[in-house]
């Protein structure tokens, strides 16, 4: 039996528990960080593996999905998420920690395997480039929900432990609306076939948008990850930031299909890094309520990344299929996944740079995450370079006037 509403609330339901893992560890570095006296790359090698374990599920999942079929990857998600949440909440250690969030991010990277594809085989058309839109609307949603829980339980001094179990909400409602669930079949011709898939990935297109998927993940998700630590000395609230951040970037999703379809495809991509330049550059440079305004300026630049880069491959390059969406979002991630203990490496590496100069205390701190968020300044600007050549390769094919699915 397949209902198909009960199917994209369960995806959007699992979406949010990906999210929640994401933002809630982000607000509970510092605590993690002081409790179990963890350095700022032990903390990165940590955050890896939420990244690592998303391409690793994400690659295997695309590659089984038409012959194991998304019902049980979702099964498998679900007991990768809840061990996953268990398993930090009772580790009490820093090799724990690293194997239970290696298992959420298993858990979130079979979301996408699972998802992405179920829906773009459910709807026709115009529906779905919207409830494609609708469900990546719900990650920086989700974000926004963690954030602002994060902040009111570590303000009214929960522990740490508490907030991780607020993960456990979203994942046994999404087991609910999946159970005794059937996924729909593959709508695109030879989509379903891996060789197919092969064939239609080895294309200068496709290996184009596979480096490019590199640099918008880190850009979207390195600054994000890391806003609790960089930006606490700053004047600014952190949590609040990304609240901000995200929240700009759910409702900038939902109208998602209207900007595509002003500006198209390349050109938003364009816009978008050229957006999240400036804002990575005023996040490195501000403090106090301008940190806000850089907020504004960054959100609006990363909120198209990940739904039009997936979009792009579906609309121009379908024969790639599932397994075709499942290694562009993995290789996203992994290279998130390559970056959090460089990121955390900077960090420790700026702050001897400062505390070298005699700065001391928050001083200190500010001033080696402005610096760290300087050096990050550069994915998004080498996006501007890559996406200003996709512009004119798509206009020469006569693509710019298509819009993709977001």
């Known amino acids: ?18 999210a929640l893992s994401f933002s809630i560890r982000a607000g509970i570095l510092p605590q993690l960080g002081e409790e179990l006296n963890l350095s700022g790359e032990q903390l990165g090698f940590i955050n890896s ?10 690659v ?8 194991v079929g998304g019902k049980r990857i979702m099964q498998f998600a679900l007991l990768a998420h809840a061990l996953g949440i268990i398993l930090t909440i009772y580790s009490g250690s820093y090799a724990g920690l690293l194997i239970s969030t290696l298992l959420i991010g298993l858990g979130n990277g079979c979301t996408e395997a699972a998802c992405n594809p179920m829906i773009a085989d459910t709807y026709e058309g115009n529906m779905m480039s919207k409830m494609m839109n609708r469900f990546h609307m719900w990650f920086p949603g989700g ?7 994060s902040k009111f339980m570590t303000d009214a001094n929960f522990g740490w432990e508490s907030q991780i179990w607020v993960i456990m909400i979203p994942t046994v409602i999404y087991a609910y609306l999946f159970y005794g669930q059937d996924w729909p079949k593959a709508k695109v011709e030879d989509a379903s076939s891996i060789s197919s898939n092969l064939q239609a990935m080895i294309s200068p297109l496709f290996i184009f948008m596979f480096a490019c998927m590199a640099l918008t993940a880190i850009s979207e998700f390195g600054p994000q990850q890391w806003v609790g630590l960089i930006l606490a000395k700053s004047g600014a609230q952190p949590m609040l930031i990304l609240a901000l951040v995200t929240g700009l970037m759910a409702v900038a999703r939902f109208f998602g299909g209207e900007m595509v379809h002003q500006f198209n495809t390349t050109g938003v991509l364009l816009g978008s890094a050229i957006l999240a330049t400036i804002g990575v550059f005023l996040f490195s440079t501000q403090t106090g309520g301008m940190a806000y305004v850089a907020a504004i ?8 990344f990940w739904p039009n880069m997936i979009g ?18 993995a290789v996203g991630m992994f290279s998130t996944s390559i970056f959090q203990p460089i990121i955390g490496g900077w960090i420790d590496s700026d702050k001897a740079k400062v505390a070298a100069t005699g700065v001391t205390g928050d001083e200190l701190e500010l001033l080696a995450g402005q610096a760290t968020l300087g050096t990050m300044v550069m ?4 996006l501007i370079v890559l996406f200003t050549i996709l512009y004119f390769w798509m206009k020469n094919k006569g693509k710019d006037a298509e819009p993709a699915l977001v």
């Open 297 to 304: 300026i960054y959100a609006l630049g990363i909120a198209y």
């Open 379 to 382: 994915f998004p600007a080498v």
């Open 49 to 58: 593996m939420w990244f690592l374990g998303f391409p690793i599920s994400m």
């Open 312 to 329: 792009f491959i579906a609309e121009y390059i379908p024969k790639s299929g599932a397994f075709g969406m499942s290694i562009i979002g």
């Open 60 to 67: 295997i999942g695309g590659l089984v999905y038409h012959t």
């Open 1 to 18: 039996m397949t209902n198909e509403k009960r199917l994209f609330y369960g995806s959007c339901f699992a979406l949010i528990t990906t």
């Open 143 to 149: 974000i926004v929900i963690g954030s602002l829980v």
